[in-house]
């Protein structure tokens, strides 16, 4: 079937210690969003894809940085993850131009700072 | 810009009983509106859309929801819930200039007692 597959599914990282998240998609969608989700809150739109464009939402830390090598996958980049950055991290794709149509997601990675 | 109220945080039930969750949005253009459910430590499932067309939109698992642009809201409802309901509801806005870039509601956690 296919699918929006993220990996790894939890994650442990250490106060400071960059750590990449990734996702990948059968999906052959376009556009790849990243979500970052607090316990008990609405995921927030961190960055997209368009194509190869990268889009920041304005709010998105410095800390946080995207890589789209293909249309394929998409990796989260926290370069020095804190204590406020434990969190679910969703990844969702859609098929952009032709207006709205709908979104996928993946199972998300659970991540921890310890 | 666009936003999204989800009026009740938590809902309990009992099992076979009717439940409704409600949503509001605000916007100074045309939207689209989805329903999705999360389970624990999962991701976003997309339970309904609505694009243009019918008001009254039905999605999987036997929820409908009623667009009704006059009170901008987006109510998702089902006539008798089982355990297996039980989850986050998360309502959703897409604007129709955009593709997919989602704005959610806070969520509302549906618990269904037996």
């Known amino acids: 079937d296919a699918m929006v597959i993220q990996n790894p599914r939890y994650q442990v990282t250490q106060f400071g210690k960059p750590v990449t998240l990734s996702c990948s998609q059968t999906?052959?969608?376009?556009?790849m969003y990243w979500y970052q989700q607090k316990s008990s809150q609405a995921p927030k739109l961190l960055f997209h894809?368009?194509?190869?464009?990268?889009?920041n939402e304005a709010d998105t830390p410095d800390n946080f940085q995207s890589r789209r090598p293909n249309t394929s996958f998409c990796f989260l980049d926290i370069r020095s993850p804190g204590l406020g950055d434990a969190a679910m991290y969703l990844c969702?794709?859609?098929?952009?131009?032709?207006?709205?149509?709908?979104?996928?997601f993946g199972q998300g990675t659970r991540l921890t700072v310890v | 810009a666009q936003s999204v109220t989800q009026l009740d945080s938590q809902v309990p039930v009992f099992e076979e009983a009717p439940v409704e969750l409600r949503c509001n949005y605000s916007s100074s253009v045309s939207v689209y509106l989805f329903w999705y459910v999360q389970y624990p430590n999962q991701g976003l499932q997309l339970l309904l859309k609505y694009l243009s067309g019918s008001t009254l939109v039905k999605g999987i698992n036997g929820f409908e929801a009623e667009f009704n642009k006059s009170q901008t809201s987006f109510h998702l409802r089902k006539p008798s819930v089982h355990i297996s309901d039980t989850a986050e509801y998360f309502c959703a806005v897409a604007h129709s200039g955009g593709y997919n870039k989602l704005i959610f509601g806070a969520g509302t956690r549906l618990a269904v007692h037996p």
């Open positions: 894809y368009y194509d190869k464009d990268f889009n």
């Open positions: 969702a794709t859609s098929r952009g131009g032709g207006g709205v149509t709908e979104a996928f």
């Open positions: 999906l052959n969608h376009n556009v």
